[in-house]
């Protein structure tokens, strides 16, 4: 395959779709969007020219649009946001037979993924994701949403897009700080499933945060197709036995509860990363996970100068923020760990000392 050449990769079920991966992509939107007379484009107000590249697209395969531009990052992702992305659609006079296309990072596609899934009870999506976060999480899987006061994504619905397009020529005008945070869940797949992307890190590691290197489109396409195996058996969370789609929350139960108390203003990937050290003692300290694959978490995310300690003092509304996350099951905690690189498992109601204690080694006072 030459690099100009789009990978498709495929996720599976009852609505399959395909996400490209290459350079060059965004003839690819209209492609997908066949029959549809209007479409709104969601986008960042900080970032107007994504939206109308992909609107320019749009226009010249004969398409209506309707820009709606919406907050930066978690911002975004509110009830009043929400609303307002109703009244464009309304006053557009969008109908079923229309679309909705999502343009940015992961909250915007989050963000229209979730108006795509109420207006009329379902119009077309397609995602345009122009963040490495966004390329490989949260545009893959079909789940959208917005958070509330009590939590991050406590409201949503799963609605899987007519397809995802990852234009790598979008990160080469990512600031250096996103770049890096969205290698945070990467390497996550590379923990749970696919030790290879661990390997390429740790030979590469300039090359892992080039966006122009072959290293970082590898990084891509293979986190994207651990989750679009992951996802393709299991869309809803609700495959019985096994970890199904839980497996993609490696990292995320104390990752959310940072983002939680710092109100947002920590990078998701950031706080994942976090995450990802946290979990690791965690395993550790259950007698879980070996040593040295635990202290390969923090060589890796170190490698790419990803956090791996949080402020200490805040184990009370960490905790608290812990106890609303959606893996948990009435008052029993449940966390993702791993029994090796590439092996995970459940942890499930785990000792308030050991939770404690897993906290005390990701600490600043004791990094």
């Known amino acids: 395959m030459t690099d100009d050449q789009a990978t498709r990769i495929s996720v599976r079920g009852d609505a399959p779709y395909d996400v490209l991966v290459g350079h060059d992509l965004l003839v690819e939107v209209p492609a997908a969007l066949a029959g549809a007379d209007r479409v709104a484009v969601v986008h960042p107000r900080s970032r107007p020219e994504d939206g109308d590249r992909v609107a320019t697209a749009l226009s010249r395969a ?6 709606i531009a919406v907050p930066d990052a978690e911002d975004a992702k509110t009830a009043d946001v929400l609303a307002s992305c109703w009244a464009e659609l309304g006053r557009a006079g969008f109908t079923r037979s229309d679309a909705v296309v999502g343009v940015g990072g992961g909250a915007t596609t989050d963000l229209a993924g979730f108006v795509a899934a109420t207006w009329l009870r379902g119009v077309r999506l397609v995602h345009v994701p122009t963040t490495l976060l966004g390329m490989v999480d949260a545009a893959v899987g079909g789940k959208t949403g917005i958070n509330t006061a009590q939590g991050k994504n406590l409201v949503g619905a799963f609605h899987p897009p007519a397809a995802v397009v990852c234009d790598l020529d979008s990160l080469a005008t990512l600031p250096a700080v996103d770049l890096v945070a969205g290698l945070a869940e990467v390497v996550k797949a590379g923990f749970t499933t696919d030790p290879v992307i661990l390997d390429l890190v ?60 710092e109100q947002y203003r920590w990078r998701h990937g950031h706080a994942v990363s976090v995450g990802l ?21 923090l060589r ?68």
């Open 277 to 297: 050290a946290y979990v690791a003692a965690l395993g550790r300290l259950a007698g879980r996970l070996p040593e040295p694959d635990a202290e390969r978490h």
């Open 300 to 367: 890796v995310l170190r490698l790419l100068g990803l956090p791996t300690t949080y402020a200490a003092g805040r184990w009370e509304p960490l905790r608290a923020a812990m106890s609303i996350d959606k893996k948990t099951r009435g008052d029993l905690l449940r966390f993702v760990v791993l029994d090796g690189i590439g092996s995970p498992g459940l942890l499930e109601g785990p000792s308030p000392e050991l939770l404690e204690a897993a906290y005390a080694e990701v600490s600043e006072e004791r990094s």
């Open 62 to 67: 004969g398409h209506r649009v309707t820009p």
């Open 202 to 261: 740790e030979e590469w590691p300039a090359e892992a945060v080039d966006p122009s290197s072959g290293v970082l489109r590898e990084l891509v396409e293979r986190a994207v197709q651990v989750k679009a195996d992951v996802v393709s058996d299991d869309l809803r969370e609700s495959r019985p036995g096994g970890l199904g789609r839980e497996v993609l929350n490696y990292g995320h139960t104390f990752g959310h509860a940072v983002e939680h108390v």
